[in-house]
Each structure stands twice: as structure tokens, then as C-alpha cells.
């Protein structure tokens, strides 16, 4: 009798990427693989190399409706909100284009105005890619740049006791921002300086799914307070906990000089928000990581755009 395999909808997307990098060696100039939101190389004495690759896919992360330059832009601002995450500057990036053979050549010319207007405000070179047909549209951004090896992030090195804060505002961003997000790099460069976090991640899939990857990788579980999860106007704690695509910065710092980060958060970014939302404790207490199933997952059979 055969056993039937599980599919990607009943293992889902954080337990996929654990089996299929089980067993995989790494070099030992890499510092940091897969589970951050960039792998780290060791490079030279003062910088670390950072790689990340994403992807864009139709009717996933857009629609045809969607204006090109827009998607053209999203395409380059994951990326960079990635850096961002790890306190370091994107340099480089290569795009994979795959469209049909249907696909208007004008849309398509749009899509990259947007990417290089977004790459030149952020100097990154565009310097190749490739390209193939395929049944619908879709890019792949591969990106690395440099980050200084004695001030990288991971979201694996908090601590129980650590206070959780967020950037900006969550939730609702289907309604726009997910298209016209301002990538925090330079907040997750002063955060690596000024705030030396234990550890710090992007919020791409909502803070329901990200706040427990941080947790579960640092090896702590959390307790967030409700009524203090900033929300943008008009939206509920729910759309905050669950929509995803922010791509504000989640990181965990000491509580030690918790008012003097506050202050001088204030006193450079006067028009962003830096929030307590909760802290990081001891396994046993709060909310384990893998108690919470909301948020976005690829593979969910509810997933759509």
C-alpha cells in the first residue's frame, strides 16, 4: 500500500523550506543561510557580503490591472526592505523575467522604468538578468550587497526579556501600500548602530507570522499587547496581526536604555512611529511560536492576491 505524500497546502511554506534544507552543508564562509532574510558571507575584515533572491508572481503579488511601474517597483522594494532587515545596503541586482509571448512589450517596458527609477533612488545597479516564456508573468529579483561584520542582524539572537517593537503603522495594505511601501533603509541601518538589536526581520507576511519566526529562531516565546499594535487608520488589530505586506521592521532590543532609543528614535525620524508591542520571554510562558496559524503561507489553498 503507498502511502500518500503531503502536499505544499498541508506542510505549508516555513516547514517546507526546513525539509528541502535539511542536510544542506554550508561553506564556512557563510555566516548565515537560509532562515534570515539574507544569507551573510564572510567577505573581508569590515563587510559581510548579503544575497537574497525574490520573487513577483501574477495573481500572487499583483494583477495585470495593477499599474507596471508599480510592479516594477514592488519587484525591487522587497528586496530592499530585506537588506533593510539585516542592517545593510543593496548594491547590486539581476532580474528573471519570465511572461508569456502574449505579454505587451509597452507593459513590460513599464515594469522596468519602475525598477530602475526605484534602483537609482537606492543606487543599485541593475546589471543583467534573463529571461524565458512561461504561462503567466512573473520576476525574480536576485540581489546582494555588503552589510559591516560588526553590526549585521539576524532574527535568530533574541533574548527572553527582550522588548518587541515595530516600525510605522500595520495593516490594510492591500488597499495600496503593498505596491508604494517606503523600504526602512535607512531606519534598519540607525537601528543596528543605535539600537543594536538581538534581532530584526522585515514584517512581509504579517506580524502573526513573522513576530513567531522570530521567536522560534531566537528559541523564545512572546507575549504581544493588544491595544498597543499601531494600526493604520481605519483598520482593526486583526488586519494589523494578519494582513502582511508592511514591510515595516519587527526587531527585539534590551530593555536597558529602552527611553533614551525611544528619544533619539524621535529626534531622527520624527514622522515614523517606533511602537512597543510586547516582549520576548522564556519557553513555557506566553504564546508559543507555533500556537499561531494566521497570517500569509504560499502554499495555504486560501492564498490569493
Known amino acids: 500500500m503507498t502511502t500518500k505524500s503531503q502536499t505544499l497546502a498541508e506542510i505549508g511554506e516555513d516547514k517546507l523550506i526546513r525539509r528541502l534544507m535539511r542536510g544542506v552543508k554550508l561553506d564556512g564562509d557563510v555566516i548565515a543561510g537560509a532562515g534570515d532574510d539574507c544569507a551573510v558571507v564572510r567577505s573581508t575584515k569590515n563587510e559581510h557580503t548579503l544575497l537574497k533572491t ?5 495573481d500572487v503579488h499583483f494583477t495585470l490591472d495593477t499599474p507596471p511601474s508599480l510592479i516594477g517597483r ?31 512589450v509597452a507593459f513590460l517596458s513599464g515594469i522596468y522604468r519602475g525598477m530602475r527609477a526605484i534602483a537609482k533612488e537606492y543606487g543599485i545597479n541593475i546589471v543583467g538578468g534573463e529571461t524565458s ?24 539572537e533574541g533574548k527572553a526579556g527582550d522588548v518587541v517593537l515595530v516600525t510605522g503603522r500595520l495593516g ?21 548602530v543605535h539600537a543594536r538589536p538581538h534581532a530584526m526581520m522585515d514584517i512581509s507576511d504579517g506580524l502573526a507570522k513573522d513576530l513567531p519566526r522570530l521567536a522560534l529562531a531566537s528559541g523564545t516565546h512572546f507575549e504581544i499587547n493588544v491595544a498597543a499594535v499601531p494600526c493604520n487608520r481605519g483598520c482593526t488589530f486583526d488586519q494589523a496581526w ?6 515595516e521592521l519587527l526587531l527585539a532590543v534590551n530593555p ?8 533619539r ?3 531622527a525620524f520624527p514622522k515614523l512611529p517606533l511602537t512597543v508591542i510586547g516582549r520576548l520571554v522564556p519557553p513555557g510562558q506566553g504564546c508559543p511560536p507555533y500556537a499561531v496559524n494566521t497570517g500569509w503561507d504560499h502554499f495555504a489553498l486560501s492564498a490569493d492576491v
Do not use: C, N
Not at 530585506?82 to 505579454?103: E, I, Y
Not at 536597558?256 to 528619544?263: A, E, F, T
Open 133 to 156: 516564456r512561461g504561462l503567466v508573468l512573473m520576476l525574480s529579483i536576485s540581489m546582494s550587497g555588503t552589510v559591516p561584520s560588526k553590526s549585521w542582524l539576524s532574527r535568530s
Open 54 to 58: 525574490d520573487a513577483l508572481v501574477q
Open 242 to 247: 494578519g494582513d502582511g505586506e508592511d514591510y
Open 256 to 263: 536597558r536604555g529602552l527611553k533614551s532609543l525611544l528619544r
Open 172 to 192: 490594510g495594505s492591500i488597499k495600496g501600500k503593498h505596491l508604494k511601501f517606503i523600504p526602512r533603509l535607512e531606519e534598519g541601518r540607525w537601528l543596528a
Open 74 to 104: 514592488k519587484a525591487i522594494a522587497r528586496v530592499v526592505s530585506d537588506f533593510a532587515a539585516m542592517g545593510g545596503t543593496p548594491r547590486h541586482a539581476m532580474v528573471t523575467l519570465v511572461a508569456p509571448p502574449s505579454m505587451e
Open 265 to 267: 528614535w524621535r529626534e
